[in-house]
């Protein structure tokens, strides 16, 4: 049965071992049998242990995974994240794959479980953006999500996002925003971007359900939400892994997108290693 991160697997598998595993094929028997654990080497959020197990079932062979965490769980450094166990062949072959992606996704849940504790206690949301890595983004936004925050647009097809160079091409910000209105479909939202309070004025008046806030300091993002006055949806955006989260949440912007959660992530460490007391 089709998994929604088939194509992701099956191309990292392809990537890493386009003509099989030489080294394996050499050394290991096609019979050996292998067992070992997946363990957490830092505490973080736990995120792809089932994007693991489908890379094995997609490789082949006699292997299985017994998982004593689920996605989302807070994992301490030396906690057991799953036992796995069979054809040594088969798992040393997709080793490398499950443990990139879960490595890779527990360090997006991580640092987006942080930024969300940040902000805890006021209604800001944390959301992620674009900026993931090129072939990843299912994965990356899909970690986001597990660790409890929302995910902005998934591509330029799905979310009218007028920005900067946008309204230098359209004209300004009222042209950009009423050819929108004019040519979108009704159920699309429209979002601008804004620098300064002259051009927040000029979103509200065009009418724009949701306004992007640019790098304003907390100061004008506190005016923005007065003129506001909740005629649109605020949000802070531009090096906001940078920023004190909670001071920018306290200004009652709705939304912080946060592009480091995705394209600047620090993979969470795991380790899979044999017990050799059971090869």
Avoid: W
Wanted: proline content about 2%.
């Amino acid at each position: 049965m089709y998994n929604e991160f088939d194509d992701i697997i099956l191309k990292t598998l392809q990537e890493d071992a386009p003509f099989g595993d030489i080294t394996t094929e050499v050394t290991v028997p096609k019979d050996a049998f292998a067992s070992g654990v997946f363990r957490a080497k830092e505490s973080g959020i736990i995120c792809g242990i089932d994007i693991a197990e489908r890379t094995f079932e997609l490789v082949g062979g006699e292997v299985s995974l017994i998982k004593h965490k689920t996605d989302g769980d807070c994992i301490e450094k030396g906690d057991i994240i799953a036992e796995i166990s069979g054809n040594a062949a088969s798992i040393l072959m997709g080793e490398r794959t499950a443990l990139n992606l879960m490595q890779r996704a527990s360090g997006i849940a991580t640092a987006t479980r942080k930024a969300m504790d940040a902000v805890e206690g006021t209604q800001a949301r944390i959301t992620d953006t674009r900026k993931t890595m090129p072939g990843l983004r299912k994965l990356d936004k899909y970690a986001v999500r597990t660790a409890g925050a929302v995910n902005h647009r998934f591509s330029l097809s799905d979310g009218i996002l007028i920005k900067d160079n946008h309204i230098a091409a359209a004209g300004g910000i009222a042209p950009a925003v009423r050819a929108a209105k004019r040519k979108a479909p009704h159920t699309l939202k429209i979002e601008v971007e804004v620098e300064s309070i002259d051009e927040l004025r000029e979103a509200l008046e065009a009418g724009a359900d949701i306004i992007m806030l640019d790098n304003m300091s907390c100061g004008l993002m506190r005016e923005s939400v007065k003129i506001t006055a909740g005629r649109a949806v605020l949000e802070a955006s531009g090096n906001m892994g940078e920023r004190d989260l909670a001071e920018v949440a306290a200004t009652g912007v709705d939304l912080i997108s946060i592009g480091g959660l995705t394209h600047s992530v620090k993979a969470l460490d795991i380790s899979l290693k044999f017990d050799l007391n059971k090869l």
